[in-house]
């Protein structure tokens, strides 16, 4: 079975200041991982994803994620918040042969 | 340059209908996917399609049904719409290559918000 626990649903930050949101999962093999960007009114659009060559993972929009195995995690990080990343932002989990497990979401609330 | 269209952004509808929500993607994608979405939820899979006329249950099938007569549609069906259906449904596709899953990324509709009164 796999799982993801994204912690914390709400998270505001100041414009210009660090994003970091974090991701935990579990899997039983070794997973592929994912972070998605939901904005208002839209679809899920892909971020980033993590398929088993470099840890450190770039995305779009200045957004990274860095898989550490020993932790089991895939934390999304920016250095510069944007208003334009207000949005809700989902970690999600899979491994070959199962399904996409999602994460609960976590809303990223910019401060002007 | 809309690649995955859901054919209503809102609907409302009384419990005992049957409701009926289009999803078409223009990719030629061989997989495609129902997901429920539900505020500290996050997606659930309700069911999934990996060619036409194949189905399988996802996470939380109960109460749905689903349809894909053509590859590049795949609609979901509420036999008789219950209060606790309401929600976003959100449409995916994927292309073939590892299944249903493995690193395929998969391209989201705009969604669907259902309101069942």
């Known amino acids: 079975a796999q799982s993801v626990t994204q912690l914390g649903s709400h998270v505001s930050v100041s414009e210009g200041a660090l994003v970091l949101l974090r991701c935990n999962y579990s899997s039983s093999v070794p997973p592929y991982l994912f972070w998605y960007v939901q904005y208002p009114n839209q679809g899920l659009q892909l971020l980033l994803k993590?398929?088993?060559?470099?840890?450190l993972v770039k995305g779009i929009n200045g957004f990274e994620a860095e898989f550490k195995k020993s932790e089991t995690s895939f934390h999304l990080t920016k250095p510069s918040a944007h208003m334009s990343d207000a949005a809700e932002y989902f970690c999600a989990v899979t491994a070959a042969g199962n399904k996409l497990t999602f994460g609960g979401g976590t809303r990223v609330l910019v401060k002007p | 340059d809309v690649k995955v269209t859901q054919s209503s952004r809102y609907l409302v509808k009384r419990t005992g209908e049957k409701v009926f929500l289009e999803c078409v993607q223009d990719m030629d994608h061989e997989n495609m996917f129902w997901y429920r979405q539900d505020p500290g939820l996050g997606l659930r899979l309700i069911y999934f399609s990996y060619d036409v006329k194949m189905k399988e249950k996802g996470d939380i099938p109960e109460g749905y049904s689903v349809s894909r007569e053509k590859k590049e549609r795949f609609s979901l069906i509420l036999e008789s719409a219950s209060t606790n259906q309401t929600s976003m449904y959100l449409c995916?596709?994927?292309?073939?290559?590892?299944?249903?899953?493995?690193?395929?990324?998969?391209?989201f509709g705009a969604g669907s918000r259902l309101t069942v009164l």
């Open positions: 993590y398929t088993s060559a470099a840890t």
């Open positions: 995916a596709s994927s292309p073939q290559g590892q299944g249903a899953s493995g690193a395929n990324v998969l391209t």
